[in-house]
């Protein structure tokens, strides 16, 4: 079938080559939504279906679940799993036996089934984090917003492939399939959820999830965040496994953000995602390829970003483009041979350690306030200071460096201030991440040195949030005695962490504890 023939949206849902559901998956969709779902119906309705019980069990027992004691019959494992898993596994097991078997699709698939994957592990893993997030919907959700693809892919086949998939085109995939076929996948995947009788918030949501979400709807809670969190995070892994250097912006956004993920765990985060997502494929039985965890791919990753970024730092501050730009078709082993000259910038860059100077700070940090204040954000900078001393161990500047770059994002601006200070500038974050930061920085720094994070001789952090509530953006003097400030105080809490909030014109000290709120 092709566009010519399937002109509209309704077409395609009539076509028999859409997925469909057994009158299992259906019964239980229908049991799942009822106000106190009937267990015993479930379990009776499970076990109409052999391959789907078997399947229900199989999952039940692997390590994803992790149950303490292994499950023997399905009358103990659904209760166990609870009834929107199970409605959540039924659904995945339904749509995984409804693929096309033909050969010169069968890369396409498993493409699409890698991505749908990890984004359902994505979204569990995300509602995981919130406490009022139910974390199966979350899975099902990740499972399901893409399940158009699947559908369009099933229908239009090598047109599906020659006009959305293999096209090298700066146009998203959504753009493309609309230019093509005046409708898109989530106009599919949403419809699709209607059809099969999910909550009418379910699919709005899944209908809603590749739309651009402003700042001021950022909610962890909402099912819309965890979808589109889960999109930007599978688009990241599929692109950083065939180019080290893609941006992963919106990743950091989503996850740093909205799911207070630490800027040092993000590429662990994904790692664990990812291996997740292989063990789905396992227990659905689907082919992805073989494809090994890629941890060690998103660790390299996160090196070439700091590189990348230091070429548009060093670009913003001194208003001309930096010696080299990475290629677009680097490798795991060669892509560092593209990056930057480090000779032409080392006026603006510390001898001793991999990060800037006080002299590339003079000019980068009166640039950042103001871009901070022009498009209204909060930009937080964080001071750290390692006593030099008979017991501070006398940490060398580049081990300090490192410990520093490992904490933050890289995008973030790491400074060596002085001897014993480093100075990072980070835009957007709030107080409670920056506080969240400083004590893990904080800590990291005690454990190198082997001394007690509270002890006179560890390491101190101060942090100011300077927030744009004035017609102009603060001074850098005031920012840097608001910051010595902050590590004056510090020096005097236990916690060796203390920050100031710049507020206009307003400077004042946050305890520890409203840092956090």
């Known amino acids: 079938m092709s566009a010519a023939t399937t002109s509209s949206l309704d077409e395609l849902l009539a076509s028999d080559q859409v997925p469909s559901l057994p009158e299992v998956a259906i019964r239980i969709i229908e049991i799942a939504q009822q106000e106190d779902p009937d267990t015993q119906e479930l379990i009776r309705t499970v076990r109409t279906d052999p391959a789907i019980a078997g399947r229900v069990l199989k999952f039940a027992n692997s390590a994803l679940f992790g149950l303490r004691t292994p499950s023997s019959s399905i ?76 559908a369009m892919l099933n229908v239009f086949e090598d047109e599906y492939v020659n006009h959305v998939l293999d096209v090298d085109s700066s146009a998203s995939r959504v753009g493309r399939e609309v230019d093509h076929f005046g409708f898109s996948h989530v106009d599919v995947s949403a419809a699709l959820c209607r059809r099969w009788n999910l909550e009418s918030s379910f699919a709005d949501a899944i209908a809603r999830h590749h739309l651009i979400i402003p700042d001021s709807e950022m909610d962890c809670s909402d099912l819309r965040v965890g979808l589109a969190a889960a999109a930007c995070c599978s688009e990241y892994m599929d692109a950083v496994t065939d180019r080290l250097s893609v941006a992963r912006t919106d990743v950091e956004r989503f996850l740093i953000e909205a799911f207070n993920v630490l800027p040092c765990d993000i590429y662990q985060v994904l790692a664990e995602i990812d291996v997740r997502a292989l063990g789905l494929a396992t227990c659905f039985s689907v082919d992805v390829g073989k494809i090994p965890p890629r941890e060690r791919i998103l660790a390299r990753a996160q090196a070439v970003l700091c590189d990348i970024s230091m070429n548009g730092h060093l670009e913003s501050v001194v208003g001309r483009a930096a010696a080299a730009e990475s290629s677009s078709d680097e490798t795991v082993d060669d892509v560092e041979d593209d990056m930057l000259d480090r000779n032409e910038w080392q006026a603006w860059l510390d001898e001793q350690a991999d990060v800037y100077n006080a002299r590339y700070l003079e000019s980068a940090l009166p640039i950042e306030l103001s871009k901070a204040h022009t498009q209204n954000q909060s930009v937080g900078l964080l001071m750290i200071e390692v006593p030099v001393g008979e017991n501070s161990g006398n940490p060398a500047p580049e081990k300090t460096a490192e410990l520093v770059k490992a904490g933050v994002r890289p995008t973030d601006h790491v400074v060596r201030y002085n001897d014993t200070s480093f100075l990072v500038i980070l835009p957007r974050l709030n107080a409670d991440l920056l506080h969240r930061i400083s004590v893990r920085i904080q800590n990291e720094l005690s454990d190198f040195l082997d001394v007690p994070s509270d002890a006179d001789d560890a390491p101190c952090v101060g942090g100011v949030v300077a927030v744009p509530a004035a017609r102009k953006p603060p001074t850098p003097d005031v920012v840097l005695n608001a910051l010595k400030s902050s590590i004056a105080q510090a020096r005097e809490f236990g916690q060796r962490v203390a920050f100031h909030a710049i507020v206009g014109k307003k400077v004042q000290p946050l305890t520890p504890e409203t840092a956090t709120k």
């Open 75 to 150: 009358e103990a494992a659904v209760p166990m799993l609870g009834t929107t898993l199970v409605r959540t596994l039924v659904l995945g097991f339904s749509l995984a036996r409804h693929s096309n078997t033909s050969e010169s699709l069968k890369p396409w698939f498993r493409q699409l089934w890698k991505e749908s994957l990890f984004q359902s592990s994505a979204a569990e893993y995300l509602g995981e984090q919130n406490s009022t997030a139910d974390a199966p919907t979350w899975f099902l959700g990740g499972l399901l917003q893409d399940v158009g693809q699947l």
